[in-house]
T-cell receptor
Framework: DTGVSQDPRHKITKRGQNVTFRCDPI?????LYWYRQTLGQGPEFLTY????????KSRLLSDRFSAERPKGSFSTLEIQRTEQGDSAMYLC?????????????FGPGTRLTVL | KQEVTQIPAALSVPEGENLVLNCSFT??????LQWFRQDPGKGLTSLLL?????REQTSGRLNASLDKSSGRSTLYIAASQPGDSATYLC???????????FGKGTLLTVNP
């Protein structure tokens, strides 16, 4: 399977715990995005990486959130001291810079439930 | 601020009908527009992408159009099937990083 993969697919945690999600983009894609989707809403942009550099962060990304892409390949999104409002689907997408359409390809998402 | 609006929020049709989903956007500096399908609890499946220089794209029973001057896109589904039941999202790509701004989606139900 050469698509975008995310792990875990589901995560249930208690309020106050830290969680970390992983995204593996399509291998040759050097651009990577994180989005968050709450129930009944469309996904909202969180952050963007060009290779290992984090070039843009949304105001939605509070200080409790941190994202990394250490070697320009996979990326992690960590949420510290989780709150019930963090419950959402976290989606990762990747694209090939300079590709003909700059199309983004999405992974299956990680569904986070904070109790 | 970029905003994307989708109408209707929900649509129920009998099998075999042709239907149109609407998407409007406020940013005239759009780079591209993507239509996605999302099944309950799942990720996004890309259906069609239209570049700002294009007017429409077709894939099988799907046809998407783009009118930059009016800030509108439509997704036309021909001969709908129960398997088409899902939420359809449109997203505007723009800005220096081509990030996507999504609408809230249209929940489509095709009844056998």
């Amino acid at each position: 399977d050469t698509g975008v993969s995310q792990d875990p697919r589901h995560k249930i945690t208690k309020r106050g715990q830290n969680v970390t999600f992983r995204c593996d983009p399509i291998s040759e894609h050097n651009r990577l995005y994180w989005y968050r989707q709450t129930l009944g809403q469309g996904p909202e942009f969180l952050t963007y990486f060009q290779n290992e550099a984090q070039l843009e962060k949304s105001r939605l990304l509070s200080d409790r959130f941190s994202a990394e892409r250490p070697k320009g390949s996979f990326s992690t999104l960590e949420i510290q001291r989780t709150e019930q409002g963090d419950s959402a689907m976290y989606l990762c997408a990747s694209r090939l810079a300079g590709g003909p359409y700059n199309e983004q390809f999405f992974g299956p998402g990680t569904r986070l439930t904070v109790l | 601020k970029q905003e994307v609006t989708q109408i209707p929020a929900a649509l129920s049709v009998p099998e075999g009908e042709n239907l149109v989903l609407n998407c409007s956007f406020t940013d005239s500096a759009i780079y591209n527009l993507q239509w996605f399908r999302q099944d309950p609890g799942k990720g996004l499946t890309s259906l069609l992408l239209i570049q700002s220089s294009q007017r429409e794209q077709t894939s099988g029973r799907l046809n998407a159009s783009l009118d930059k001057s009016s800030g509108r896109s439509t997704l036309y589904i021909a001969a709908s099937q129960p398997g088409d039941s899902a939420t359809y999202l449109c997203a505007q790509g723009g800005g220096s990083n081509y990030k996507l701004t999504f609408g809230k989606g249209t929940l489509l139900t095709v009844n056998p």
